[in-house]
């Protein structure tokens, strides 16, 4: 990816408040692209350009010349509002209406920070769209067959959290095992601090407590709760509302009210940026105990963070290919690699992501290098592989 500057670049001004919203597109392959749209207070033009990029690798990194699912370009949508106030869904409305002819014609979209699914379904038909993923429809084998397959699978439940809101942590979880079994830490009892108890991270914490870890931390935005043997994370789970904030009502008494940045300290093996970008800088990784951090959300840790963390021995395992999961099972269910059914979701999910960190820590070992640079490596690998199969990237 020699060339940075995306292909389409815009802002966006709402007539009724004067928030700002924002359409990169990086890449186009086969005239689409794929990225999900955020809503939040202070989402600027150059965040929503980084996490375009972002895209246009997870879609690479998880292309299979064998799977029926085939890669599509990057892009990312963002809006400058907090997703709590009261004419948020007016402006979310709006927004849509304003990029229709890019959703329609290009731009294939979903949830993403300050959104559900479930929201974004709603406003998108309000703003007279078939479906927030309608451009790719064109690249379908048997389009019907293909949007009853994915409303089936966005429909499925499992044990009070619905199957779309549990892949993406899913990926998340058999990154962070993945990373522990390469380097010989026994899961049973490792102990893991979580920052954001929304839809990535509450899936997070789910999957790796049943694996064996302790989450000893759970981050939201009324604080930190805590407890060093371990929280019961499926009573916090049912005590969250719609926003992954967590009723106290709910709290043990041995669990403690902790501030808000508590969960960076926390004395855990792992810890899992899971809400907001630009969480872990330079000042404030000083702090940090771990020896993993698992970005599950998107650019969570500032580069220069990074490089003192790596010399301080802790490895940034990069949003790019850990929260990547969500992304690839929209389009391996829709494609049809997979049917609507959780277990196969999760089955391919584990599989993809354990081969994909494994050989980005292969590599990143061999090279001397972060995992993040290792990422990168695989990208430019593969890219011209997609390029010589589908045509030139339109940048």
């Not at 996490?51 to 990312?76: C, F, I, N, S």
């Not at 451009?135 to 397959?149: F, G, H, I, N």
């Not at 805590?226 to 009502?249: I, K, M, N, Q, Y």
Request: with cysteine.
């Amino acid at each position: 990816m020699s060339d940075s500057s995306p292909l389409v670049s815009l802002t966006w001004t709402d007539h009724v408040t004067g928030r700002r919203g924002y359409l990169v597109i990086d890449r186009l392959v086969r005239g689409v692209c794929s990225g999900g749209l955020r809503m939040r207070e202070g989402c600027t033009l150059d965040e929503v350009a980084g996490l375009a990029r972002g895209m246009t690798m997870k879609e690479a990194l998880h292309y299979d010349p064998e799977g029926r699912y085939l890669p599509l370009g990057g892009a990312k949508g963002g809006i400058d509002c907090d997703p709590t106030s009261p004419e948020a869904y007016g402006v979310l409305v709006r927004y849509l209406r304003a990029m229709r002819p890019y959703i329609e014609h290009m731009w294939t979209t979903g949830e993403d920070l300050g959104l559900t699914q479930d929201l974004v379904d709603e406003a998108a038909a309000e703003a007279g769209l078939v479906s927030t993923v309608q451009a790719v429809y064109p690249l379908l084998d048997d389009e019907t067959a293909a949007r009853r397959r994915l409303a089936e699978a966005f429909a499925l439940d499992v044990d009070g959290i619905g199957l779309d809101e549990l892949v993406g942590g899913c990926g998340v979880a058999e990154s962070v095992l993945t990373a522990l079994g390469r380097a010989g830490v026994p899961h049973e009892g490792a102990r893991v601090s979580v920052q954001g108890f929304g839809t990535m991270g509450g899936a997070t914490a789910r999957f790796l407590s049943r694996a064996g870890l302790r989450v000893v931390a759970v981050a939201d935005v009324k604080g930190t709760i805590a407890h060093p043997g371990g929280l019961d994370v499926e009573a916090l789970l049912t005590a969250r509302d719609s926003f992954g904030t967590v009723d106290r009502a709910a709290l043990r008494p041995g669990d403690l009210e902790l501030p808000g940045d508590a969960w960076l300290s926390a004395d855990a093996e792992v810890l899992v940026p899971a809400a907001v970008s630009y969480a872990v800088d330079s000042a404030n990784q000083s702090v940090i105990r771990a020896r993993w951090i698992a970005e599950a959300a998107n650019m969570p840790v500032l580069p220069e963070a990074e490089e003192l963390l790596r010399a301080r021995g802790v490895t940034v395992l990069p949003d790019v290919v850990v929260n990547s999961g969500t992304n690839a099972w929209w389009w391996w269910t829709l494609f049809g690699d997979i049917g609507a059914d959780a277990d196969e979701a999760f089955d391919r999910t584990r599989r993809s992501m354990c081969a994909l960190v494994d050989r980005m820590l292969a590599r990143a070992e061999a090279d001397g290098t972060t995992p993040r640079a290792a990422a990168h490596a695989i990208v430019a690998d593969r890219l011209p592989r997609i390029a010589e199969r589908f045509g030139p990237y339109l940048r």
